[in-house]
């Protein structure tokens, strides 16, 4: 069933409805090509760094005004065609009240680890518990306050895959090779379903809160599902993705013209059309495979990506070779978003960045021959 958007969301009093990254997400082509970075809002600015000065990572996630100020930082500084929202992953769990902290150099971290079919079911019924009433209120007030800024820049809201959260919360923190979630996943299956059931409903409430506060586009953003065979993400992960996924495709402008979605993976070259078909309406490329060959494995859906992160660090003129090379196999795709193969390094250079968004745009939006 679907949900009309409110009146005076972007795609329907029509700030955002014909801006080029939204047009590239329904898979149409303008006269420049969007451009936008994972990652863009944050590590890399020196603005960033000085506002978030003594203020830990989830901490600044959940004021509003801070959030939303980080949000806008990398729009004024390089004039990307999209906001991301600046949120982590884990926001939606520490606000249902799960302990965890964004540890510095390490990542997200979790008190209490869950490894069994006891723990799984404590930690769904916590989730189930917590996900009503104001729970992402600080989150609809940071994107209110975010749209109300960028005008005709569409917002991207964010979420985190089930399986990259999952991973976490088995493992207790990052891990190379998630060899505790894997168990889980084959010696417990009903209460692997279950874990990743229950933190699909909450990326998905955590997608709608950001949705009907005036996100234009999605992303969901799956780390760690490189790390899995093409049996295993069908069997395992699929279908805990396709709930925020779906729930997202929800909602619509009176019109009838729905949110559109992209789904992201690090090293999941082998799982694109895996990954298309549990949902999202642009493939996230990573830049491990050439954007030619994921448009031959997937016909007719939108491509984004997927410059080489470490080509941000080479001459200007070998950059703008490498993305010459990404425009040319991204005409391949129906519609191409820019972007890079990963997140932006905190070592990158924000003036690399903005020129690269410059020399972006000059490039004709229907492709290089």
């Not at 390490?106 to 104001?134: H, I, M, N, Y």
């Not at 890079?340 to 990158?348: D, F, N, R, T, Y």
Request: glycine share 10%.
């Amino acid at each position: 069933m679907s949900t009309i958007l409110p009146s005076d969301h972007p795609l329907v009093d029509g700030r955002t409805a014909a801006a080029p990254l939204v047009r590239a997400s329904r898979g149409e082509r303008s006269a420049a090509l969007p451009v936008w970075f994972m990652r863009q809002a944050g590590r890399s600015l020196p603005e960033y760094l000085e506002v978030r000065e003594g203020v830990p990572m989830l901490e600044a996630c959940l004021r509003p005004a801070l959030a939303s100020e980080i949000t806008l930082q990398p729009v004024r500084r390089h004039g990307v065609d999209a906001a991301v929202f600046f949120s982590d992953i884990v926001v939606p769990l520490r606000l249902a009240g799960i302990d965890v902290e964004i540890v510095p150099g390490r990542g997200p971290v979790f008190a209490d680890p869950v490894r069994d079919a006891r723990g799984v079911r404590e930690f769904a019924a916590r989730l189930r518990g917590e996900s009503g009433g104001d729970l992402f209120a600080p989150i609809a007030e940071a994107v209110r306050l975010t749209v109300a800024e960028l005008g005709a820049t569409p917002l991207i809201g964010f979420a985190g895959a089930p399986f990259t959260l999952a991973a976490y919360i088995v493992e207790g923190g990052p891990s190379k090779d998630h060899l505790r979630a894997r168990s889980l996943m084959r010696a417990e299956p009903e209460a692997w379903h279950e874990l990743t059931t229950a933190i699909g409903e909450i990326s998905a409430a955590f997608l709608e809160t950001q949705i009907l506060a005036g996100a234009s586009v999605v992303q969901l953003f799956d780390s760690w599902a490189g790390s899995l065979s093409r049996e295993t993400y069908r069997s395992s992960v699929s279908a805990s993705s396709a709930i925020p996924l779906g729930r997202a495709a929800t909602f619509e402008t009176p019109g009838g013209e729905r949110v559109r979605s992209i789904h992201f993976g690090v090293g999941t070259g082998e799982l694109l059309a895996d990954m298309h078909a549990a949902g999202g309406d642009v493939q996230g490329v990573d830049d491990r495979i050439p954007l030619d060959e994921a448009a031959r494995r997937l016909p007719g859906v939108p491509l984004q990506g997927n410059i080489d992160v470490a080509a941000l660090f080479a001459p200007e003129e070998v950059l703008r070779e490498h993305v010459r090379d990404v425009v040319r196999r991204g005409a391949a795709a129906p519609a191409h978003i820019v972007n890079l193969g990963h997140g932006v390094p905190p070592e990158a250079d924000p003036a690399v960045l903005t020129r690269l968004v410059e020399f972006v745009h000059t490039l004709p939006g229907e492709g290089l021959a």
